[in-house]
């Protein structure tokens, strides 16, 4: 057999901003209108300080308005409230985003759903929630419309075929697996108590993982020819007293057995801020009344 097609999340998420910019640069001059995304960050959880850095930086890069806003890791759940209020008032803003985890203090559901669901572009919010579930227009989560893009750019039509998504978290399994749903794939979501996971995985032609264990599907869980989608980002220990990052799949095995595959770094995770931007610009487009971008 032959190796796996690497699927490039990198290159993807390239040109995808690259069209995002341009798009932008129209609805400036057409329309004298920026999109603007708001982040915000509570505290200084250092994974999460290099994510609100990269949006930040990507967002202006597409020639977007970046709002910034650091508060506190003491702050309360009443202050956190007022701003998203604040946020959601302020036109110059088509995109709010409270970066995740919260500190303990603060109702993290409370807090996303306080957010005009017009405006919640990590698509968090339960309106967003249930208009993806019930196939209405809604804002949809980055990471899952990132690897739709992947396996719809990889597959070309994903109709009647198995997927399997491993994992059900309401970021990232459960609405992947609304989108296949979406796109007429027949849906398994497996997750800790699944019984039997390899077999359950074998049977997928699309296997999306996204569990947070590292490494922990192995090659012969993969059907040959199977689309494998890489979600985990695991830091283990690497050579001397370094680290790197390794997915949820053990990538050399089931490179081995895949048609294609994402790798870790380089695969699904660029495309989440794409998809960010992405999700900012429709916002911004939405809000204003023209047609949706492409
Ligand atoms: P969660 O911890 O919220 O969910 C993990 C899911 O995996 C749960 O549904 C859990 O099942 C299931 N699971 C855990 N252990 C097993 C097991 N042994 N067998 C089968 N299923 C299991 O994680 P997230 O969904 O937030 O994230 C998943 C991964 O994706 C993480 O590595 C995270 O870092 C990464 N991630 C990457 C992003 C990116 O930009 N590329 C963005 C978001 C996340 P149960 O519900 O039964 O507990």
Redesign the pocket.
């Known amino acids: 057999s032959t190796e796996a097609r690497i699927i490039d999340g990198k290159a993807f998420a390239a040109s995808l901003r690259g069209r995002i910019g341009e798009q932008v640069a129209g609805l400036k001059t057409r329309h004298g209108l920026t999109p603007g995304l708001a982040v915000v960050l509570v505290g200084e959880d250092p994974a999460s300080q290099v994510y609100v850095r990269s949006k930040g930086k990507q967002t202006l890069e597409a020639g977007m308005a970046s709002f910034e806003h650091r508060l506190d890791a003491s702050t309360s759940q009443e202050t956190l409230l007022k701003l998203v209020a604040e946020l959601n008032a302020d036109p110059a803003v088509h995109g709010i985003l409270v970066q995740l985890p919260l500190p303990k203090q603060i109702d993290a559901e409370a807090v996303i759903n306080a957010i005009d669901p017009a405006k919640d572009v990590d698509g968090f919010h339960v309106i967003n929630a249930g208009r993806l579930a019930t196939g209405q227009k809604s804002l949809v989560p980055?990471?899952p419309l990132?690897c739709l893009l992947l396996l719809r750019d990889t597959l070309g039509s994903l109709s009647g075929l198995e997927a399997v998504v491993?994992?059900?978290?309401?970021?990232?399994?459960k609405p992947m697996a609304q989108l296949l749903l979406g796109d007429s794939c027949t849906v398994t979501i497996?997750?800790?108590?699944?019984k039997d996971?390899p077999a359950v995985c074998r049977r997928a032609d699309i296997l999306v993982?996204?569990?947070?264990?590292p490494e922990?599907i192995r090659g012969d869980w993969v059907k040959p020819g199977a689309t494998v989608i890489d979600?985990?980002?695991?830091r283990v220990p690497g050579e001397g007293d370094k680290t790197r990052l390794v997915?949820?799949v053990a990538y050399a095995e089931a490179a081995r057995v895949a048609g294609a595959i994402t790798p870790v770094p380089g695969?699904?995770?660029p495309?989440?801020?794409a998809c960010l931007l992405a999700n900012t610009l429709t916002a911004a487009c939405r809000s204003a009344g023209l047609p949706e971008p492409e």
């Open positions: 980055c990471t990132g491993v994992g059900r978290s309401n970021i990232v399994g497996a997750h800790s108590r699944t996971l993982a996204a569990v947070g264990r922990m979600v985990g980002i695991n997915g949820d695969g699904v995770g495309m989440t801020i």
